[in-house]
């Protein structure tokens, strides 16, 4: 399968991340990307941007596309998908939701044995730095690659079995923000002791990323990356060990769990 053009219905937040990593990948250009988007200050917004986008109809805006990105809320899914069934080609194109809580059957009983993919990004996609999970439907091996070796280029990606898509939607999309807030909290106590907001910030943020790629390049543990840096009665394990006493480990365990139980009752409610 050989991706040129791309169609992103929904230009929300995760839409457009999505629309902006793309765009930083040397074989698309401004015009090989729509967005589709209704909410007219959205739209404008990402006309002054530089996007090339419409406000549709969805119908029309796929069919020059090789793969359909659908990014909208998962009250607004069935709606789409009734908007642009009659058009899709599924001999020569392929539907990609992100949708939360939406699985491929749901798609299928909407849109029928067509190529499907369900993924779970987050949104450090617009700078190719994603964790992205993949399921296919009635999808052919080269639709396979092609589709899973786009989102490689944009971060990391893989396939998963489809049952784990709320564990994924939690650990890496959810994730984000669960990172975002411990940066802050560092910031925040970097403050403290004696930094400004901005060089308490950076010096956060660069600790972080140097943590995470320790990770993915040395291919280890936490615990042994952090037995690198502790030392008999040094700091760190001073500071660590006060964090675990108040409960850190504990609190972002708790409130993963609590993400993923909320999703599982959204979608036993049907959203």
Same mark, same amino acid.
Request: charged content about 15%; some cysteine.
């Given at each position: 399968m050989n991706i040129k053009k791309i169609t992103v219905i929904g230009g929300g937040n995760l839409g457009t991340a999505i629309a902006k990593g793309l765009l930083k990948l040397k074989n698309f250009g401004a015009g090989d990307i729509l967005i589709t988007e209704k909410r007219q200050p959205r739209l404008r917004f990402l006309e002054e941007n530089g996007f090339n986008v419409t406000g549709g109809p969805n119908n029309v805006a796929i069919n020059n596309a090789d793969i359909i990105i659908v990014a909208v809320k998962p009250q607004q899914v069935y709606e789409v998908l009734h908007e642009i069934k009659d058009d899709f080609d599924k001999n020569k194109q392929v539907l990609v939701s992100t949708v939360t809580g939406i699985n491929l059957a749901d798609l299928g009983k909407h849109m029928g044995t067509v190529p499907l993919v369900r993924i779970m990004p987050n949104t450090a996609i617009e700078i190719l730095e994603s964790m992205?999970?993949?399921?296919?439907?009635? @999808?052919?091996?080269?639709?396979?690659?092609?589709? +899973?070796?786009? !989102?490689?280029?944009?971060? #990391?990606?893989?396939?998963?079995?489809?049952?784990?898509?709320?564990?994924?939607?939690? +650990?890496?999309?959810?994730?984000?923000?669960?990172?975002?807030? !411990?940066?802050?909290?560092?910031?925040?106590? *970097?403050?403290?002791?004696? !930094?400004?907001?901005?060089? &308490?910030? +950076?010096?956060?943020?660069?600790?972080? =990323?140097?943590?995470?790629?320790?990770?993915?390049?040395? #291919? &280890?543990? /936490?615990?042994?990356?952090?037995? =690198?840096? @502790? @030392? /008999?009665? *040094?700091?760190?394990?001073?500071?660590?060990?006060?964090?675990?006493?108040?409960? !850190?480990?504990?609190?972002?365990?708790?409130?993963?769990? @609590?993400?993923? #139980?909320?999703?599982? =009752?959204?979608?036993? #409610?049907?959203?």
């Open positions: 992205t999970c993949l399921s296919f439907a009635n @999808t052919s091996k080269s639709q396979e690659e092609a589709i +899973l070796h786009l !989102f490689q280029q944009m971060g #990391n990606a893989m396939v998963i079995q489809e049952e784990l898509m709320a564990a994924v939607t939690v +650990l890496g999309a959810c994730g984000i923000a669960f990172a975002l807030r !411990f940066i802050r909290a560092a910031t925040q106590g *970097g403050i403290e002791i004696g !930094f400004g907001a901005e060089v &308490s910030q +950076l010096i956060a943020a660069q600790t972080v =990323k140097g943590a995470a790629q320790l990770l993915l390049e040395n #291919n &280890s543990h /936490p615990e042994r990356e952090i037995d =690198k840096v @502790t @030392t /008999p009665q *040094g700091i760190t394990i001073s500071g660590l060990n006060e964090m675990e006493h108040q409960g !850190f480990s504990s609190a972002l365990i708790k409130g993963l769990i @609590t993400s993923y #139980n909320k999703l599982e =009752k959204m979608q036993a #409610n049907g959203n």
